[in-house]
């Protein structure tokens, strides 16, 4: 059984989100071993916002689609699921390219390998990407966004309470090409989807 819990900090200084936010590393998918391009996510939270931030080391990325909603994860993109009742069947998904385009699904999962993915039509998230050079091989493109809380309407309480406990995956998709791809997660799926809510792992907020 996999027994990652990830505490979700409270902020109270937007300008200071980050300070001392616990970052955690994604691992490869397949079998959790170390990847090839370093991948750390960190969240917080606030009164109004679910924050994510993902630092995505990286020797180039193909990213092309440019409108809310495109089929992203055809590119190189980070993901979170997000499950806020438990109930490892209805959650959302959220995903960022290095170029800022923004997927929104409410999925729906039968927990035997059917999932349905519908897509929100209402551009919510506030994300920012930024890319700088590492060093002379390599990349560093971040991606911060915030969700907020009013899309979570099956949460027993929002914005949470301390103590309150969310299910949810990290995930990235690293593609040397448009034919082939790394997948990484912070909760290994193993399968050939990252739809797999027996993966999820706990998120508390504190």
């Given at each position: 059984?996999?027994r990652k819990?990830?505490t979700?900090?409270k902020?109270n200084?937007?300008r200071?989100k980050?300070?001392?936010?616990?970052?955690?590393s994604?691992?490869?998918?397949?079998?959790?071993?170390q990847?090839?391009?370093?991948?750390?996510?960190r969240?917080?939270?606030?009164?109004?916002?679910l924050?994510?931030?993902?630092?995505?080391?990286?020797?180039?990325?193909?990213?092309?689609?440019k409108?809310?909603?495109?089929?992203?994860?055809l590119?190189?993109?980070?993901e979170?699921?997000?499950d806020?009742?438990?109930?490892?069947k209805?959650?959302i998904?959220?995903?960022v390219s290095?170029?800022?385009?923004?997927l929104h699904?409410?999925?729906q999962?039968?927990?035997n390998?059917?999932?349905?993915?519908?897509?929100?039509?209402?551009q919510?998230?506030?994300?920012n990407?930024?890319?700088?050079?590492a060093?002379?091989?390599?990349?560093?493109?971040?991606a911060?966004?915030?969700i907020?809380?009013?899309?979570?309407?099956?949460?027993k309480?929002t914005?949470?309470?301390p103590?309150?406990?969310w299910?949810?995956?990290?995930?990235?998709?690293?593609r040397?090409?448009?034919?082939?791809?790394?997948e990484?997660?912070?909760?290994?799926?193993?399968?050939?989807?990252?739809?797999?809510?027996?993966?999820?792992?706990?998120?508390?907020?504190?």
């Amino acid at each position: 059984m996999n027994r990652k819990t990830y505490t979700c900090k409270k902020i109270n200084d937007a300008r200071n989100k980050w300070q001392d936010v616990r970052w955690v590393s994604l691992t490869r998918n397949s079998d959790g071993l170390q990847p090839m391009f370093l991948t750390k996510a960190r969240l917080a939270y606030d009164d109004k916002y679910l924050h994510v931030s993902f630092l995505c080391r990286d020797n180039g990325f193909h990213a092309t689609m440019k409108e809310f909603n495109d089929r992203i994860y055809l590119e190189d993109v980070v993901e979170i699921f997000i499950d806020d009742d438990c109930d490892r069947k209805s959650y959302i998904e959220i995903e960022v390219s290095p170029i800022n385009t923004v997927l929104h699904y409410i999925i729906q999962n039968d927990l035997n390998g059917r999932y349905i993915g519908f897509a929100r039509t209402e551009q919510c998230i506030e994300s920012n990407v930024t890319v700088e050079n590492a060093d002379r091989d390599s990349i560093l493109w971040s991606a911060e966004f915030s969700i907020p809380f009013r899309e979570f309407i099956t949460a027993k309480n929002t914005p949470p309470l301390p103590g309150d406990k969310w299910l949810f995956n990290l995930f990235r998709i690293k593609r040397s090409n448009v034919d082939s791809a790394e997948e990484y997660s912070y909760s290994i799926t193993q399968g050939a989807s990252f739809h797999d809510p027996r993966s999820f792992v706990s998120l508390i907020f504190e």
